[in-house]
C-alpha cells in the first residue's frame, strides 16, 4: 500500500495538484469524502461539520509545545469528538489497503507509522491571489486585502491545529518528505514531475 498525502497554503493549488498526482498513478483521491464520512457518522450537517474543523474555535487559544493545553477547558467537546472522528475516518481509509492520496487533515501524522509520502504545497501570495480569483463564485467580492486576510486566518488555523495534534510545525520543511512551490508551474506539468518523483520515493522504501 502506498499513500500520498498532501497538506498546503490556501490557494497554493494543493488540492489540484493532489488529485493530478492520483489520476497519473492511479490512486483513490480523499478529499471532501473525509467531512462526508464523518458527517454520517456523528449524524451532523457536512457543513457544520468542515466549517468546524476547518475554522477551528481554539486557534486562539495557549498551546504549549508537543500538543498539550494549558487548559483542556477551552476545548469545546463537540470539537474534541469531530477530531477523533476525523482520526478514525483517516485510519479507516489507511485500512483498505489501497494506494491512495488522501487531502489535508494532518493525514501524514496520524499515518506516520504506515510512511506515508508527505507533501507540502506552497505558493507566492501574488499566484495564490490569482488562483482564489479563479475560483471565486461569481457573487464574491473581496478585495486583494481581505483575500490576504482570510489566506492568513486559514492557514494560521491549520498551524495551530497541527500543533495541538502533533507538536510538528506545520509548513515546515524537515516536516515533509517534498515540499512543492506552484507559484511558476504549470500545474499539469507539476503533477506529472511530482508523480514520478513520488514513485521513484516508494521504489527506495520497497
Not at 89 to 110: F, M, P, Q, S, W
Not at 120 to 145: G, M, N, P, S
Not at 163 to 178: A, I, K, P, R, V
Request: aromatic share 8%; proline share 1%.
Amino acid at each position: 500500500m502506498r499513500i500520498i498525502t498532501v497538506s498546503r497554503e490556501f490557494g497554493s493549488g494543493g488540492r489540484e495538484l493532489g488529485k493530478r498526482v492520483a489520476d497519473i498513478l492511479g490512486f483513490d483521491y480523499y478529499d471532501s469524502e473525509i467531512i462526508s464520512a464523518i458527517a454520517q457518522k456523528s449524524g451532523l450537517d457536512p457543513n457544520f461539520v468542515e466549517t468546524t474543523l476547518d475554522n477551528h474555535g481554539w486557534q486562539d487559544f495557549p498551546v504549549s509545545f508537543g500538543g498539550t493545553m494549558h487548559s483542556v477547558a477551552y476545548m469545546n467537546a463537540s470539537k474534541i469528538d469531530l477530531l477523533v472522528q476525523q482520526k478514525k475516518v483517516i485510519e479507516g481509509i489507511a485500512a483498505l489497503g489501497k494506494d491512495c492520496v488522501i487531502i489535508g487533515r494532518n493525514a501524514d501524522a496520524i499515518l506516520k507509522d504506515l510512511h506515508p509520502f508527505s507533501i507540502f504545497v506552497c505558493a507566492d501570495r501574488e499566484a495564490k491571489i490569482a488562483r482564489c480569483r479563479a475560483r471565486a463564485r461569481e457573487d464574491e467580492k473581496l478585495t486583494d486585502r481581505e483575500l490576504v486576510r482570510k489566506m492568513k486566518e486559514i492557514d494560521k488555523a491549520r498551524a495551530r491545529t497541527r500543533e495541538f495534534l502533533t507538536g510538528s510545525e506545520w509548513g515546515h520543511c524537515q516536516s515533509y518528505h517534498l515540499t512543492v512551490n506552484t507559484g511558476e508551474w504549470d500545474m499539469k506539468a507539476l503533477a506529472a514531475a511530482v508523480a514520478v518523483f513520488a514513485q521513484m520515493w516508494f521504489e527506495t522504501k520497497a
